[in-house]
């Protein structure tokens, strides 16, 4: 019989060109929020009271009273039926990372009267999933299973269609019976809420009318795309979302002209239907481009409101899969899906602006008297580096693991890049200089035809985990795969909490006498000295970082259970407590559920692991071994003593790497029977990462090496050249 890996491979020289599902292209314009209950559907299906209690909802995070909620209910209603929805759901983002929604229909019966379609305003608001089935982090026990999703109506409805059905989405946040959230989304909206008060405050210093502030998140979610028929060869891929095993493809990204480099065909025609469909639900996609490594691409939006951003890349996660699929392709969310090569992480643009139009990380012409944008930016320096162990351990994950610190990625030591022309700025404004001594500037090209070019405030640093970018800071170290609400409430809360002290300390020296821009200016040249050793502009993934870092006293916190453990730190615990983001218990489920889930899934990669490498890759080394020793004897049978000798090493070798793979087997089966006894989870993810996952590593190379030893006709499944190159 042909293995799986010839018939995938004979499938994609037949498979059809996929364009066949899109007929017509339509500018952004016309298709944006066609699927989505936005202002204009509002306007349109609201009678004008439910209309603005819904706008003071969002605005000012006013509650709805019953009888609006009816109203709003039954117009949204209305929209969903005239496009063409049945069912609503509640959308909600448990602990697991994914979305959650369980449909109800429209459609209603009552005694003796004809059938209708109703959403009510109490439906709208409040649903009852069971919350036993989600994680709780031991929140609440099994018997008590009432949870509740309720309706934010901060975050758009949407209609989803899939297959032959459209539902209407209604974004929720999920809590339990006692009111603790059980979702990522809830401490979000409270992180984002408390920064917009803490940044409020703040501006009022610069500007008594500021009345609102905003938090803005831009993603960039980078992926592979694979083909179905491949992926599906591939065991490892399947239940694990990375490659367990793979000798390196001759042909590696060493080239590097695979980024910005022109998009395959097939590849093309999927990016094509998920834009299409990612601007009718109101993502508003702006980027499409090949990354660095070969069949790695990356998506990017224009950025939006953190909560909306953050719900937005949830759904263009799940689109992405089920477009893929339309074209007979996978994507690969996963951090680090192949050895050797690039992982992919999702960089978190992100700033706060406020009601004037400003951005206020928006450093402008002249930065050194633009004390705004130097309270802000000193600020969040400061906060990074008072909270980088607790920035490290937000982007924690089994994916993260490998990636942070491997090729092209972020270490897992936290630093914030900010470039030369602002690292004089500071060095200025320490030193209380009026001028900068650096100009921003422009380069004459000396191109004929070619014009003049504005050159940024900063250069980039692909190596640096928080670098400043321009008018922004982007948190480049976040996984590929995770839902961005864990980072983006930890970023919010410190910066959000380092501000409220800020203001304090402004407002006590003014109290005692000092003028308000002296008062200012002294708290932030303390804190630009305090916050020194986090600011590093060099190449962070060089030996001697790790050394420097070191000796400035920065952490580097390599396992996910060690960064996860920053999280009961009572600092931690007492940051997030003191600003009403999460309460000791919530962290705690939290940290419970994370460590849980790089538990199980350090696990699942263990036992197939072994699975694989004995009843796959041994066989088909073993089938090759005996061919070398049929070879060899038939050698020597006639008379070819010497050429026989030749085949011998190779039939030495290949025993000596199945006698490594079976010993390493074993004693991953023993250490993760012992693993099963260890009743302390933090233990027990200590000994999957430090004892298990190298052994693992090390079962790995030794199939790894016969792989380029045993017979191609005979390896069963896809090599890396077939997975990263044939598309
Ligand atoms: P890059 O230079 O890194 O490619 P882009 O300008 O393409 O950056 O933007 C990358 C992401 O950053 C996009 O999602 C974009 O909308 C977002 N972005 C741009 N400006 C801001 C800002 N002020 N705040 C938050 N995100 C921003
Ligand atoms: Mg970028």
Avoid at 345 to 360: A, F, P, R, T, Y
Avoid at 610 to 617: F, I, K, S
């Amino acid at each position: 019989m042909q293995s799986t890996r010839f018939l995938a491979i004979e499938n994609i020289l037949s498979n059809q060109d996929s364009s066949s599902s899109i007929k017509e292209t339509y500018t952004g314009t016309e298709l944006y929020n066609t699927l989505v209950f936005d202002d204009r559907a509002k306007k349109k299906y609201l009678i004008k009271q439910a209309y603005e209690s819904l706008l003071q909802a969002v605005v000012k995070g006013e509650p709805i009273d019953r009888k609006s909620a009816d109203f709003i209910a039954n117009g949204m209603k209305n929209w969903a039926i005239d496009n063409g929805a049945t069912y609503f759901t509640h959308w909600f983002q448990p602990l697991t990372g994914k979305t959650a929604e369980k449909h109800d229909s429209f459609f209603e019966v009552f005694p003796f009267s004809e059938p209708v379609n109703e959403l009510s305003g109490k439906a709208l608001i409040q649903q009852e999933p069971d919350a036993s089935s989600f994680p709780t982090g031991g929140l609440r026990s099994t018997d008590s299973a009432r949870g509740y999703s309720v309706w934010d109506p901060s975050c758009p409805p949407f209609i989803m269609e899939i297959g032959l059905g459209k539902t209407l989405c209604i974004p929720a946040i999920f809590i339990s019976y006692t009111g603790e959230s059980l979702d990522l989304k809830t401490p979000l909206l409270k992180s984002a809420h408390f920064l917009e008060q803490a940044s409020k405050e703040v501006c009022k210093f610069f500007d008594e009318t500021v009345e609102r502030t905003f938090i803005n998140l831009g993603w960039e979610q980078e992926y592979f795309a694979v083909d179905e028929g491949l992926f599906n060869a591939r065991p490892d891929l399947v239940l694990c979302g990375r490659t367990l095993f793979g000798s390196p493809s001759a042909r590696g990204q060493q080239f590097e002209d695979h980024y910005f480099g022109s998009i395959p065909r097939r590849v093309f025609n999927f990016m094509i239907e998920l834009e299409q469909e990612a601007l009718k639900l109101g993502i508003p996609i702006k980027t499409r481009h090949n990354e660095v490594a070969p069949s790695q691409f990356e998506f990017a939006p224009h950025f939006e409101l953190v909560s909306i951003a953050t719900d937005h890349n949830q759904l263009l996660m799940d689109i992405m899969d089920r477009i893929a699929r339309k074209h007979k392709l996978r994507v690969l969310l996963h951090e680090k899906p192949y050895n050797g090569i690039n992982g992919s992480g999702k960089h978190n643009n992100w700033s706060i602006s406020n009601d004037k139009g400003q951005n206020l990380l928006e450093p402008g012409k002249d930065p050194l008297n633009n004390l705004q944008f130097l309270t802000f930016y000193i600020n969040i320096v400061k906060a990074v580096h008072t909270y980088a162990d607790l920035l490290r351990a937000s982007i924690a994950n089994i994916g993260n693991e490998h990636r942070l610190g491997a090729n092209e990625a972020p270490p897992a030591i936290i630093s914030l890049f900010s470039g030369d022309y602002l690292r004089s700025i500071i060095d200025d404004f320490l030193h209380d200089r009026t001028q900068s001594q650096k100009q921003s500037n422009s380069i004459a090209l000396n191109v004929a035809k070619i014009s003049e070019v504005q050159i940024d405030t900063t250069d980039r640093n692909r190596t640096s985990p928080f670098p400043f970018t321009g008018n922004k800071f982007e948190f480049r170290a976040v996984g590929s795969s995770v839902n961005v609400s864990n980072p983006m409430t930890v970023l919010n809360t410190i910066v959000g909490d380092q501000l409220v002290h800020f203001k304090k300390e402004v407002d006590r020296l003014m109290e005692n006498g000092v003028e308000k821009t002296s008062a200012i200016k002294q708290v932030l040249r303390r804190y630009i000295k305090e916050a020194e050793p986090i600011l590093f502009d060099g190449d962070n993934y060089s030996k001697e970082w790790i050394e420097e870092a070191e000796r400035r006293g920065l952490s580097n916190i390599k396992t996910t259970a060690e960064a996860l453990q920053v999280y009961l730190r009572k600092e931690v615990v007492d940051l997030f407590s003191r600003n009403s983001v999460l309460s000791e218990a919530e962290l705690k489920s939290r940290y419970n559920v994370f460590l849980e889930e790089y538990i199980k899934k350090q696990e699942l990669e263990a036992v197939l692991c072994v699975e694989l490498a004995q009843m796959h890759y041994v066989p088909a080394a073993i089938t090759h071994q005996n061919n070398l020793i049929t070879n060899y004897k038939g050698l020597a049978e006639i008379g070819l003593k010497q050429q026989a000798e030749i085949v011998k090493p190779q039939i030495e070798k290949i025993s000596q790497h199945i006698e490594s793979i079976f010993a390493l087997s074993k004693q991953v089966e023993t250490t993760l029977q012992e693993a099963d006894g260890i009743h302390d989870e933090y233990k027990k993810a200590l000994v999957l990462a430090k004892e298990i996952k190298p052994k693992i590593e090390d079962i790995r190379a030794n199939v790894d090496s016969l792989e380029t030893v045993v017979s191609d006709n005979l390896w069963p499944f896809p090599k890396y050249r077939e997975l990263l190159f044939i598309q």
